[in-house]
């Protein structure tokens, strides 16, 4: 069994009269360590695979595996373990608190887990090291998005699940945020998921995952993935 699993996984929203099938029946596997990316256009399912693979959400039929643990399995409360001591995530919009230092915002995240990592250290593994007294008000939204990837980061996280990190960044700022969650699959191990709209990001992905219409319709392995800085678009 791979590292994650979904296996011919349903998820409805009702909303009234009508049912949204988002997710129709989707099976995948992602290695450990891999950085994989999930493509597809608006409206595909992509949040709402990443919201049920993170535990944020809970899917209506099917099966999924994380770490050999069935994690479609679990009680409320098992999930919030599971959130809490295994996940790390990066949205569009960093979601930081806005009244909290950049230090402050990275010990939020590290008070919750186990063994965190050490705020600092973490904040200079993300190029940070001169920003940590910083507000987010006070950073460029690349710098805001770093401080997320930290705080996810120093949870030491089984998984980081990354929603359009990119997708209120410049080019230049989102090519570097890419870089980083690259490099930190590389040099930490620490397998990534990153959803993105924009197919040009595919060839620097371990694994390609591509989901139309609550479907998957097609998933590749590439042994040989482009460094982001040779990736145009
Ligand atoms: N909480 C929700 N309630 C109702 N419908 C939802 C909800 N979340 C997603 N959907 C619907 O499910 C479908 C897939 O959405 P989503 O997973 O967000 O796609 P993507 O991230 O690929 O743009 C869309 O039709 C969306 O409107
Ligand atoms: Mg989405």
Redesign the pocket.
């Known amino acids: 069994m791979a590292f994650v699993e979904f296996q011919d996984v349903v ?1 409805e ?3 009234g009269e009508v049912t ?4 129709d029946g989707i099976t995948f596997s992602i290695e450990k360590g891999e950085f994989c990316v999930i493509v ?12 049920i693979l993170g535990g944020m ?1 809970s899917c209506d039929g099917g099966k999924i595996w994380v770490d050999g643990k069935e994690v479609s399995a679990y009680s409320r409360k098992e999930l919030i373990t599971y959130r809490r001591y295994d996940i790390g995530f990066v949205f569009q919009f960093y979601n930081l608190v806005q009244n909290l230092t950049a230090k402050e915002n990275v010990e939020l995240a590290s008070q919750i887990c186990r063994e965190p990592e050490d705020a600092e250290e973490v904040l200079r593994q993300v190029g940070l090291g001169e920003r940590m007294k910083n507000f987010p008000a006070q950073l460029s939204g690349g710098e805001q998005q770093r401080v997320a990837i930290a705080r996810a980061l120093a949870k030491r996280p089984k998984l980081l699940l990354c ?2 990190p990119t997708g209120a960044l410049d080019y230049e700022t989102g090519k570097s945020i890419l870089k980083l969650l690259q490099d930190t699959c590389r040099n930490t191990g620490t397998t990534v998921v990153v ?1 993105t ?1 924009n197919t040009a990001l595919t060839p620097m992905a371990d694994r390609v995952i591509k ?1 139309k219409n ?1 479907r998957v319709r097609s998933m590749e392995k590439n042994d040989a993935p482009t460094p982001v800085e040779r990736i145009e678009w």
């Open positions: 998820k929203y009702r909303m949204i099938r988002a997710a597809g256009p608006s409206g595909a399912g992509k949040t709402t695979v990443l919201n959400d929603d359009e959803i709209h989901i609550s």
